[in-house]
């Protein structure tokens, strides 16, 4: 560092020691800006995966059907297009099967699935009772509760007949009822491997739900690769959620960038009163600096400099606490951490400093217009 460098910061940093307090108010104000603008680009960055999660309470958003008329999928298909998804994309993945059978000679359908992927796809399901953890426990429909008179605990006969015509029956145990309001409170669930083993027809569904935490493109970018990649199976996006995520995350991230621009507005404004004070408290050492020889050039360096030294304190500053204020407000709205993200704290540092270089133009013309003659007599 040569002597005119240092000559210059030892300048610089002397100008804002005589000032603290007024400093320490354009800081602050930065600080806040900054916080509040980290704060809003982490939440923006990370809405969509955080919505995608959110909406998945709400069931799944993409099935896959057979793309035959006619006829069951093969599992084997089922996951060659289920592998066409990334994996922590995958909330989760329900199969389902339907047949017709008797439960306590009473004409139902049942319907095997994966009850532990099934309360990922369907949380929304009322149950009473328990969730089946047995292979012989069953859920029933709430409207076959109803006209059966059964309960949660009570044994019934499960009875039916195979593609080739023989009969099957056995003992199973409910669990619980489920309630939703829709067609599957006249169903009856059983695990997917005993309804396999009744009937003799192995590995075969007719639909499976997927429940994937990706926006409304990446969906449509998902389909088409399954539709590419599996044509034995037709994936189907269910529209009302996928579109009801989309207008959601949307207004979301629309409220977000209003907040951010109104708060850096008023940093910027605060920058520029603190700044624009300053300049008026100096203006006898300005003039006297213009006196003898400083030039216009030199004025806007250390003015500029003292921009610079406040933008990167402040946008420090913001940075740390801006942290802490999206993980406040991601674990209180979506009870969910945040991930780190090192280029969006670097991207609040340099937007506080461009915020604060912007406020500090105003008084900056101000100061180089300021005339030796007249502040040193005094006018």
């Given at each position: 560092?040569?002597k005119?460098?240092?000559?210059?910061?030892?300048?610089?940093?002397?100008?804002?020691?005589?000032?603290?307090?007024?400093?320490?108010i354009?800081?602050?104000?930065?600080?806040i800006?900054?916080t509040?603008?980290?704060g809003?680009?982490?939440?923006?960055?990370d809405?969509?995966?955080?919505?995608?999660?959110?909406m998945?309470?709400?069931?799944?958003?993409?099935?896959?059907?057979?793309?035959?008329?006619?006829?069951?999928?093969?599992?084997?298909?089922?996951e060659?297009?289920?592998?066409?998804?990334p994996?922590?994309?995958?909330?989760?993945?329900?199969?389902y099967?339907?047949?017709a059978?008797?439960?306590?000679?009473?004409?139902?359908?049942?319907?095997g699935?994966?009850?532990?992927?099934?309360?990922?796809?369907?949380p929304y399901w009322?149950?009473?009772?328990?969730?089946?953890?047995?292979?012989?426990?069953?859920?029933?429909?709430?409207?076959?509760?109803?006209?059966?008179?059964?309960e949660?605990?009570?044994?019934?006969?499960?009875?039916?007949?195979?593609?080739?015509?023989r009969?099957?029956g056995?003992?199973?145990?409910?669990a619980?009822?489920?309630?939703t309001?829709?067609?599957?409170?006249?169903?009856?669930?059983?695990?997917?491997?005993?309804?396999?083993?009744?009937?003799?027809?192995?590995?075969?569904?007719?639909v499976?739900?997927l429940?994937?935490?990706?926006?409304?493109?990446?969906l449509?970018?998902?389909?088409?690769?399954?539709?590419q990649a599996?044509?034995?199976?037709?994936?189907?996006?269910?529209?009302?959620?996928?579109?009801?995520?989309?207008?959601?995350?949307?207004?979301?991230?629309?409220?977000?960038?209003l907040?951010?621009?109104v708060m850096?507005f008023?940093?910027?404004?605060?920058?520029?009163?603190?700044?624009?004070?300053?300049?008026?408290?100096?203006?006898?050492?300005?003039g006297?600096?213009?006196?003898?020889?400083?030039?216009?050039?030199?004025?806007v360096?250390?003015?500029?400099?003292?921009?610079?030294?406040?933008?990167?304190?402040?946008?420090?500053?913001?940075?740390?606490s801006?942290?802490?204020?999206a993980?406040?407000?991601?674990?209180?709205?979506?009870?969910?951490?945040?991930?780190?993200?090192?280029?969006?704290?670097l991207?609040?540092?340099?937007?506080?400093l461009?915020?604060?270089i912007?406020g500090?133009?105003?008084?900056?013309?101000?100061?180089?217009?300021?005339?030796?003659?007249?502040?040193l007599?005094?006018?």
């Amino acid at each position: 560092m040569n002597k005119k460098t240092a000559l210059y910061f030892r300048m610089l940093f002397s100008a804002l020691s005589r000032r603290l307090s007024r400093l320490f108010i354009a800081v602050l104000a930065i600080a806040i800006g900054a916080t509040v603008l980290l704060g809003m680009l982490t939440i923006y960055y990370d809405i969509p995966r955080q919505l995608g999660r959110e909406m998945r309470a709400y069931g799944a958003n993409m099935i896959l059907v057979p793309s035959a008329q006619t006829g069951n999928m093969d599992l084997e298909a089922v996951e060659k297009a289920v592998a066409r998804l990334p994996e922590n994309r995958v909330i989760g993945a329900t199969p389902y099967r339907y047949e017709a059978m008797r439960i306590n000679r009473q004409p139902v359908t049942a319907v095997g699935t994966d009850f532990a992927q099934a309360r990922k796809t369907r949380p929304y399901w009322q149950i009473e009772g328990n969730w089946p953890k047995a292979e012989d426990e069953i859920l029933i429909g709430t409207d076959i509760a109803q006209y059966t008179q059964l309960e949660p605990g009570a044994e019934v006969i499960i009875s039916g007949q195979t593609k080739a015509h023989r009969r099957f029956g056995g003992k199973m145990k409910v669990a619980g009822i489920v309630r939703t309001g829709g067609p599957e409170d006249g169903y009856v669930f059983m695990d997917l491997a005993v309804l396999e083993m009744f009937t003799e027809t192995p590995d075969e569904v007719e639909v499976f739900e997927l429940s994937i935490a990706a926006p409304a493109e990446e969906l449509a970018a998902f389909e088409e690769q399954i539709r590419q990649a599996v044509p034995e199976v037709t994936p189907r996006l269910v529209k009302r959620i996928t579109r009801s995520e989309t207008v959601v995350l949307s207004k979301l991230q629309a409220l977000v960038y209003l907040v951010t621009v109104v708060m850096l507005f008023l940093t910027l404004i605060c920058v520029a009163t603190t700044m624009m004070s300053m300049v008026m408290e100096r203006r006898r050492e300005i003039g006297l600096k213009k006196a003898i020889g400083a030039e216009n050039r030199s004025i806007v360096i250390e003015f500029l400099g003292e921009g610079a030294v406040l933008g990167l304190a402040g946008g420090l500053i913001g940075s740390v606490s801006g942290w802490f204020f999206a993980q406040q407000v991601s674990m209180s709205v979506f009870g969910r951490s945040i991930s780190f993200e090192p280029l969006l704290v670097l991207a609040t540092i340099v937007i506080s400093l461009v915020v604060t270089i912007i406020g500090c133009i105003l008084p900056i013309r101000r100061a180089i217009s300021i005339e030796p003659a007249i502040v040193l007599r005094g006018e």
